[in-house]
């Protein structure tokens, strides 16, 4: 493959140093008009939605809807020209949610109402995290994804528990109040059932008869029970997370490895007293 000449490459590099390192004084002023840009952007699809203030506004705001695509676009390319493989950077999740806060402005020009799917521009002030350097809560995030991942088969069986109970309860209030009484299908007593045991309670079905409200009375009572069972398995996994980081958390003050048990003496790779 034959090689960039030296000032494009150099040009690219630059480029990069902006958008993508917030340590330099340029990359981070990029970074915090971005975090503006996005934040002023929402929030003007977010008051276009009034209907009185669309009425009033509704044509400035359209303009300013496509100076922010404009530039959102601008900074896109940037990103793909100035990296080695933007192939990556299109599939990889800010690459995806770059690529949706800009689409629909331009296929409004085609399909009317795609405009409000604007609003997962918001998804992009995630950014914020380099500019204000949060990246050093990185290891309590990853200590939660791990705690989600070793519990998935806990959960998974759980749910699907749930979920039995939820098809059960809603056949029986099919069966006890019938149509007559608002639950018209099994769907509509499992949809019922959901909203009883999450205590939700929109009241818009609800049962009349006095089997149908004992049924409902035990629903209750089963959904403040279960609701606790997923907090005591995510906290159970953190706890063992927890315990097992601070076995392996003594750090070398003289090379700075970590991952040393309790009842080492000596670094395993400069070999100083711990």
């Not at 990889?92 to 800009?102: K, N």
């Not at 521009?121 to 990853?142: A, C, H, N, P, W």
């Not at 997923?230 to 003289?254: D, H, L, V, W």
Request: proline share 3%; charged share 15%.
């Amino acid at each position: 493959m034959k090689e960039l000449p030296p000032n494009i490459q150099n040009w690219r590099y630059n480029i990069f140093k902006i958008i993508y390192h917030a340590d330099t004084p340029a990359g981070k002023w990029f970074d915090i008009m971005l975090i503006g840009f996005i934040v002023l952007s929402v929030l003007i699809i977010v008051l276009d939605s009034v209907s009185q203030i669309h009425l009033d506004y509704g044509e400035f705001f359209y303009i300013l809807e496509w100076f922010f695509t404009i530039a959102f676009t601008l900074e896109y390319i940037l990103r793909l020209i100035s990296i080695k493989k933007p192939i990556g950077y299109i599939f990889s999740f800010f690459g995806i949610v770059d690529i949706l806060s800009i689409l629909p402005t331009y296929l409004s020009l085609f399909f009317v109402g795609t405009q409000s799917l604007l609003i997962i521009r918001i998804l992009r002030i995630l950014r914020i995290f380099r500019i204000l350097k949060l990246v050093q809560y990185t290891d309590q995030t990853e200590l939660l994804m791990t705690a989600i991942h070793n519990s998935r088969h806990k959960i998974f069986v759980f749910f699907f528990f749930v979920l039995t109970v939820l098809v059960i309860f809603g056949s029986m209030m099919y069966l006890i109040e019938g149509p007559e009484n608002g639950f018209t299908s099994i769907p509509h007593g499992i949809y019922w059932a959901v909203v009883t045991l999450t205590t939700v309670g929109y009241g818009d079905i609800a049962p009349h008869t006095v089997l149908g409200r004992t049924v409902a009375s035990f629903i209750m009572l089963t959904g403040f029970s279960i609701i606790a069972i997923p907090t005591g398995i995510f906290a159970s996994e953190i706890n063992k997370i927890t315990k097992r980081s601070r076995k392996y958390s003594r750090r070398c003050e003289a090379c700075g490895l970590r991952g040393h048990t309790a009842n080492a003496n000596y670094c395993r790779r400069c070999g100083e007293e711990l």
